[in-house]
T-cell receptor, first 116, second 117 residues
Framework: AQTVTQSQPEMSVQEAETVTLSCTYD???????LFWYKQPPSRQMILVIR??????QNATENRFSVNFQKAAKSFSLKISDSQLGDAAMYFC?????????????FGDGTTLTVKP | GAVVSQHPSWVICKSGTSVKIECRSL??????MFWYRQFPKQSLMLMAT?????????EQGVEKDKFLINHASLTLSTLTVTSAHPEDSSFYIC?????????????FGPGTRLTVL
């Protein structure tokens, strides 16, 4: 079974600075998808960024980028120019590509605080 | 983007009663939906996979008779918590995959907060 580990329960960053959230995963599969989700105080889950394992290029979405290291099974999220609205709980998630509409495995989450 | 709604957003009920939570995909069809449970400051715990027109698949440790799931149409799945007890108080989230276009994105509902007195 796949596992996802987020080793940082809490992180804090000064507004306008950069922060990196860590995620490692364990799988024997070669084809899969990785995701970062944001859950603000409203508790609505929001997709931040997605990475296909077969793609070597790291995904980016505006101020959000990932460092995907397939061999190391590492998938970290970098948030640049942090804003107060980035404060939330962030979840890393894994999904196998072997089935369509399959279930995801989530990490335990990292609570990010942004200091003004 | 695709939208998933949940109703109600918050429900309070007495111990021993049953509560139904609806999950709807508003602008797409979803043959598969997922039901999660989340405790404060914890991760999402998958309870079951809801499949349109067939029985739900429950995760290990989830009581099938307590958490009844019905996926009667391509846009609606319901979760009924039967004979609710205070320990069932939690935040329940559903999600759905868009099936018309096989993207790898699941859309989440806004969640339902259940409080059992």
């Amino acid at each position: 079974a796949q596992t996802v580990t987020q080793s940082q329960p809490e992180m804090s960053v000064q507004e306008a600075e950069t922060v990196t959230l860590s995620c490692t995963y364990d799988t024997s599969e070669s084809d899969y998808y990785l995701f970062w989700y944001k859950q603000p105080p409203s508790r609505q889950m929001i997709l931040v960024i997605r990475q296909e394992a077969y793609k070597q290029q790291n995904a980016t979405e505006n101020r959000f980028s990932v460092n995907f290291q397939k061999a190391a099974k590492s998938f970290s999220l970098k948030i640049s120019d942090s804003q107060l609205g980035d404060a939330a709980m962030y979840f890393c998630a894994y999904r196998s590509a072997s089935t369509n509409a399959g279930k995801s495995t989530f990490g335990d989450g990292t609570t990010l605080t942004v200091k003004p | 983007g695709a939208v998933v709604s949940q109703h109600p957003s918050w429900v309070i009920c007495k111990s021993g009663t049953s509560v139904k939570i609806e999950c709807r995909s508003l602008d797409f069809q979803a043959t598969t939906m997922f039901w999660y449970r989340q405790f404060p400051k914890q991760s999402l715990m998958l309870m079951a996979t809801s499949n349109e027109g067939s029985k739900a698949t429950y995760e290990q440790g989830v009581e099938k008779d307590k958490f009844l799931i019905n996926h009667a149409s391509l846009t609606l799945s319901t979760l009924t918590v039967t004979s609710a007890h205070p320990e069932d108080s939690s935040f329940y989230i559903c999600s759905a995959w868009e099936t018309a276009v096989l993207t790898d994105t699941q859309y989440f509902g806004p969640g339902t907060r259940l409080t059992v007195l």
